[in-house]
T-cell receptor, first 113, second 117 residues
Framework: AQKVTQAQTEISVVEKEDVTLDCVYETRDTTYYLFWYKQPPSGELVFLIR??????QNEISGRYSWNFQKSTSSFNFTITASQVVDSAVYFC??????????FGSGTQLTVLP | KAGVTQTPRYLIKTRGQQVTLSCSPI?????VSWYQQTPGQGLQFLFEYFSETQRNKGNFPGRFSGRQFSNSRSEMNVSTLELGDSALYLCASSLNPTSWTGGTEAFFGQGTRLTVV
């Protein structure tokens, strides 16, 4: 069985602060994929990033960065210099041999002006 | 390029009725997956269709069913609605089925908000 845990239910920051969203996963698969999605109030899940289990290289994309650490089964997401438009629910997800996405419970990020 | 289109956006049904939700994937995408999102259970996988065949199924009762047409459009049906079926139903399309490659990106629609009263 696979499981994704996002321990932070809600986070509030003031604009321009950096914020890190935590994600811890469990799987017995040796090959798996990790994803981050953003869900704005409109409802659709917006794909942000994908990582496979063999690629631990961290990535920076503009104000976004991701830290994948296999040793701690974590795939954390950092937003630098947060903006009000970043306010949304962020989901971490895992896809292993079962092939369907297993989502965490989500973290509601509120960026205050 | 149009995204994933789900219709209707909102729906109110009475307990015991049945409902059909529709999903049109991104042009060229052949795989469609359905997810249910509720405050209590979060996002849960319902099923995946590719080439008009169900390829994968989550742990939902038989009241939940789906199908896919030759143009890749998909419908999801829920019969004998229960209050607990109230949820946001999200459809995701992928170029290929996840059974081919687990890394395939899934693009989601805005969902259908179903309320059962």
């Amino acid at each position: 069985a696979q499981k994704v845990t996002q321990a932070q239910t809600e986070i509030s920051v003031v604009e321009k602060e950096d914020v890190t969203l935590d994600c811890v996963y469990e799987t017995r698969d040796t090959t798996y994929y990790l994803f981050w999605y953003k869900q704005p109030p409109s409802g659709e899940l917006v794909f942000l990033i994908r990582r496979n289990s063999f690629d631990e290289q961290n990535e920076i994309s503009g104000r976004y960065s991701w830290n994948f650490q296999k040793s701690t089964s974590s795939f954390n997401f950092t937003i630098t210099a947060s903006q009000v438009v970043d306010s949304a629910v962020y989901f971490c997800a895992l896809r292993g041999s079962a092939r369907q996405l297993t989502f965490g419970s989500g973290t509601q990020l509120t960026v205050l002006p | 390029k149009a995204g994933v289109t789900q219709t209707p956006r909102y729906l109110i049904k009475t307990r015991g009725q049945q409902v059909t939700l529709s999903c049109s994937p991104i042009s060229g995408h052949r795989s469609v997956s359905w997810y249910q999102q509720t405050p209590g259970q979060g996002l849960q996988f319902l099923f995946e269709y590719f080439s008009e065949t169900q390829r994968n199924k989550g742990n939902f009762p038989g009241r939940f069913s789906g199908r896919q047409f030759s143009n890749s459009r998909s419908e999801m049906n829920v019969s004998t609605l229960e209050l607990g079926d109230s949820a946001l139903y999200l459809c995701a399309s992928s170029l290929n089925p996840t059974s081919w490659t687990g890394g395939t990106e899934a693009f989601f629609g805005q969902g259908t908000r179903l309320t059962v009263v």
